[in-house]
C-alpha cells in the first residue's frame, strides 16, 4: 500500500466520541514508549504525532485518516509504572470500549521494544484482542537498538512466548533507519487490497 495522503482526524478521550468507521481501521497499540507515534511518523512520512522520550506522551486515541479510506488509531500506551490507579483504570475503560464499539478494526499491530521480552501487560493485550477476535501482527520495535547476534536470541524469546497465540506475522522495525516499513505498509496492502 503507498501512503498518499494523511491528514489528523480526531482525538478522543470517551468512546461517545468515536467517529463513524471508514473503510478499514489500523490499531498501533503497546506499552508506552514503545514507538508507537514514533512508527506512525515514519509510515505517514511527516511527523503528525506527537513523540516523546518521557513514557505516557500519548492520552487520547488518536484517530489519522489515510488516503481518505483508512483510520490509523495511536492508542495510549500502557504499563507506565508511575501512572496513578485511577488514570489505570480510566485506559482500561477506554480500550475495552473502544474495542467492544469496533468490530470493524481490520488488524492490530501490537508493538513490543525487541530489547525486552513480552511483559505481562502485553500478554494482557494480546489476550483482549484475542478474546475480541481482531488480527494482530506483532511489531519489535527500536532493533536499531540490538546488534545481531541479540536480535537472533530476542526473535527466539518472542517466539517462545508468542507461539501460543496462534498466526501472526513479525515485523522487526525501527522508526530511526526505517527497516521494517515495506513489511508493514505489505501487511496494510494485503488487507486492504490496495497494493500500489
Ligand atoms: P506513548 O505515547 O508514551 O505511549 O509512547 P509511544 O509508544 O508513542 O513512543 P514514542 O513514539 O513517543 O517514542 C518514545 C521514545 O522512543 C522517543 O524518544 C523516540 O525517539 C524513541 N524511539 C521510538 N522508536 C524508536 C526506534 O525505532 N529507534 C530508536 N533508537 N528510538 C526510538
Ligand atoms: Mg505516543
Do not use: Q
Amino acid at each position: 500500500m503507498k501512503i498518499r495522503k494523511v491528514e489528523f482526524f480526531r482525538s478522543i478521550y470517551s468512546v461517545d466520541d468515536l467517529p463513524r468507521p471508514l473503510e478499514h481501521e489500523f490499531v498501533f497499540s503497546g506499552r508506552s514508549n514503545v514507538g508507537k507515534s514514533s512508527l506512525l511518523n515514519k509510515l505517514f512520512g511527516v511527523k503528525l504525532a506527537k513523540t516523546s522520550s518521557k513514557p505516557g506522551k500519548t492520552r487520547s486515541i488518536n484517530f489519522y485518516r489515510v488516503n481518505n479510506r483508512y483510520f490509523f488509531v495511536d492508542l495510549p500506551g500502557y504499563g507506565y509504572a508511575k501512572v496513578s490507579k485511577e488514570e489505570r483504570r480510566r485506559w482500561a475503560k477506554l480500550i475495552e470500549g473502544y474495542f467492544d464499539r469496533r468490530p470493524n478494526i481490520s488488524m492490530c499491530f501490537i508493538l513490543m521494544d525487541m530489547r525486552h521480552p513480552p511483559n505481562e501487560n502485553d500478554l494482557k493485550m494480546l489476550e483482549w484482542v484475542k478474546y475480541y477476535g481482531f488480527d494482530f501482527t506483532i511489531v519489535l520495535t527500536k532493533v536499531d537498538k540490538l546488534k545481531m547476534g541479540e536480535r537472533i536470541k530476542m526473535r527466539k524469546v518472542f517466539k517462545d512466548v508468542l507461539s501460543k497465540y496462534g498466526e501472526y506475522y513479525t515485523v522487526e522495525f525501527s522508526a530511526m533507519t526505517g527497516e521494517g516499513l515495506s513489511d508493514l505498509l505489505d501487511i496494510l496492502g494485503m488487507v486492504t487490497g490496495d497494493k500500489s
